[in-house]
């Protein structure tokens, strides 16, 4: 039997407000004592407001993106449904722990803008949904996962416009501008987008991006640029408008993607390795060009 996230999210829910009103609690009876002690009785109140309260509450949001970045960090095998805690982070790698998702073998989770790309992030994060709470609840929790980010379209459509546009800001805010997932981007266009972890970063890492990723995605647009000439030249009028805006968008993106292969090709027969020790901001740095710009 599936499990609803909406059910897990309002036990959460009623979790955080318990431990917010009893913290709110304790924190007026100190006060109350505090002014008790010293007569100030008519000076200060005991009150507490609660944007004073020092824990939070639960907020659907905030906690439905929490869930999405820790299905990430499952695919990449940084968490495990089968293991607590961080199942890894460096050092030695122990396969035994991953039972329920099994982690990408070559450490890229590509971000598309259609299903090109068999291990595209927005079917995994299905996948996970899927495998951590139930093939029988998967639509009803995706749309509830899509109605706590806000925005139009399906649930899968609403994700994937998380995944592309808002994800990896809220990654970099999160770790205070030192990501530990790094985001290769070809620009506004979305040509090209794919995370990698930077704890299984190896020297061929870019060389495996371009080869596997961007030269298959370039292929892919190729291929649905060709479709769609064909498909223009035998529609209706009333159809033509619709084909030609994303023939336009299509053309944009491969020229983008086109373009940034010369980065990423340069780049890669570098073969540059990283060393965790000098930290994310100067290993981050050697790929400036390719990786999107942190804010």
């Keep these: 039997m599936g499990k609803l996230i909406s059910n897990k999210y309002n036990q959460w829910e009623s979790e955080c407000e318990a431990r917010f009103q009893k913290l709110k609690a304790n924190e007026e009876e100190l006060n109350r004592i505090f002014i008790d002690i010293y007569g100030l009785q008519d000076e200060l109140s005991p009150e507490v407001e609660d944007k004073d309260v020092t824990v939070r509450r639960a907020d659907l949001q905030r906690e439905i993106k929490s869930l999405i970045s820790y299905a990430v960090g499952c695919w990449f095998g940084r968490y495990s449904l089968d293991v607590k805690g961080l199942a890894y982070a460096g050092g030695e790698w122990d396969s035994t722990k991953y039972k329920t998702i099994i982690p990408v073998k070559d450490n890229v989770l590509p971000i598309c803008d259609d299903d090109y790309l068999p291990t595209d992030l927005t079917g995994l994060i299905v996948d996970f949904v899927a495998k951590a709470y139930g093939e029988d609840t998967l639509d009803e929790n995706l ?88 498909q223009i030249d035998s529609v209706a009028q009333s159809d033509r408008v619709k084909l030609k805006k994303r023939q336009e968008k299509l053309t944009a993106q491969l020229t983008e993607i086109n373009t940034y292969e010369e980065k990423v090709h340069h780049l890669a027969d570098m073969m540059i390795d990283i060393d965790l020790d000098d930290g994310v901001k100067v290993n981050y740095a050697k790929f400036a060009d390719i990786l999107e710009r942190i804010k």
Excluded at 161 to 178: E, P, V
Excluded at 208 to 227: G, I, K, P
Aim: hydrophobic fraction near 35%.
């Design 143 to 230: 749309k509830f996962i899509a109605d706590a980010l806000g925005g139009k379209g399906t649930p899968r459509e609403v994700i994937r416009s998380y995944l592309l546009n808002g994800f990896y800001a809220d990654h970099c805010k999160i770790y205070q501008k030192r990501p530990i997932y790094w985001l290769f981007s070809s620009g506004k266009k979305n040509g090209f987008k794919a995370l990698v972890y930077m704890h299984r970063w190896e020297r061929t890492t870019v060389a495996t991006v371009r080869t596997d990723y961007v030269h298959e995605l370039q292929e892919r647009y190729r291929t649905q640029l060709s479709l769609l000439s064909e």
